[in-house]
């Protein structure tokens, strides 16, 4: 299976399709949401972004779905290009897929020696090992720092340029070889997690491109229309969450002379949906998924 589609009944739930509605999925994958949401949509259309070639091999034989081979940061320009605006709904299943985990050669797996790639758009220049062996000790810091959480992000940024300066460092078995001394015994595995999820992070601009897709998204939706996302780690939603609440990355609720909030979405639901134990058995990689929605006022 390339990828198995995380809450895919309360995604579409959330999403509330209407039969003649535009929809736009912008992490098309295996395609396992776009076909839920064509279950319910009659002669709608379904705009399907994924900036990862090897998921276009998906691509379903339904002239009511227009596939996009793009980062969903662009989600404006496309759908005015398409004259698709406004849009009933949007649906993001952020993160990485399974078929790029469990794709070896992608570099974005703990499980493989591979080259230190972690591109979703093998277009972008810049790879992980770019980052590893070019950047400066202090923007190492910051990355491991901000998006991994990593407390020991300076001692592990001076560990990789020193050993860089004898060898370059090309390889995830390299990195991990290199950083294994630092990492808790017994807990090796959530350590590289951490230190792998923030190379990717900063390869694929994640944050930025779930920034620009907030705010572009909200400016494409109709009034009433529903925005679904499903954040996997506290860095994306967080970001989600603050903006759905209040319009803004910060989370604080602006209002104007009169008193009125300022923020353009409104939570549909109070809390986030979780995945039931029977969907984490099922599907391990689903146990940190949060789905959020919002409805523009």
Do not use: C, W
Not at 68 to 82: A, E, K, M, Q
Request: cysteine-free; charged content about 30%.
């Amino acid at each position: 299976m390339y990828h198995r589609s995380v809450l895919l009944t309360e995604s579409i739930e959330a999403l509330s399709v209407t039969p003649g509605g535009i929809y736009v999925d912008a992490t098309f994958g295996g395609g396992g949401h776009t076909k839920e949401i064509l279950k319910y949509l009659g002669s709608g259309k379904v705009f399907a972004f994924d900036q990862d070639e090897e998921a276009l091999e998906n691509t379903l034989n339904d002239e009511r779905v227009t596939m996009i081979h793009s980062n969903f940061r662009y989600v404006r320009n496309f759908l005015r290009y398409h004259k698709a605006v406004p849009v009933d709904g949007i649906l993001a299943d952020l993160g990485i897929s399974s078929h790029q985990i469990d794709e070896a050669g992608r570099g974005f797996s703990t499980r493989f020696e591979a080259s230190l790639d972690m591109r979703m758009d093998n277009r972008r220049k810049r790879k992980a090992s770019d980052i590893i062996n070019k950047s400066k000790t202090e923007e190492l810091t910051r990355i491991f720092r901000e998006y991994g959480e990593m407390p020991d992000a300076g001692k592990i940024a001076r560990a990789i340029v020193k050993a860089r300066d004898e060898q370059p460092i090309e390889t995830t078995g390299r990195l991990i070889e290199l950083l294994t001394p630092y990492a808790e015994r017994g807990k090796e595995n959530k350590y590289f997690a951490k230190l792998f999820q923030a190379l990717r992070i900063e390869v694929n601009q994640e944050l930025e491109a779930l920034k620009e897709l907030l705010r572009q998204g909200t400016a494409v939706l109709k009034p009433g229309g529903r925005f679904v996302i499903i954040a996997y780690h506290s860095l994306e939603d967080k970001l989600v969450k603050n903006y759905f609440r209040a319009g803004n990355f910060d989370g604080v609720i602006r209002k104007d002379f009169y008193g009125n909030e300022l923020s353009p979405l409104k939570p549909a639901f109070r809390k986030a949906f979780v995945p039931g134990e029977k969907e984490i058995i099922q599907n391990p990689r689903a146990r940190s998924a949060k789905l959020r929605a919002a409805i523009k006022m």
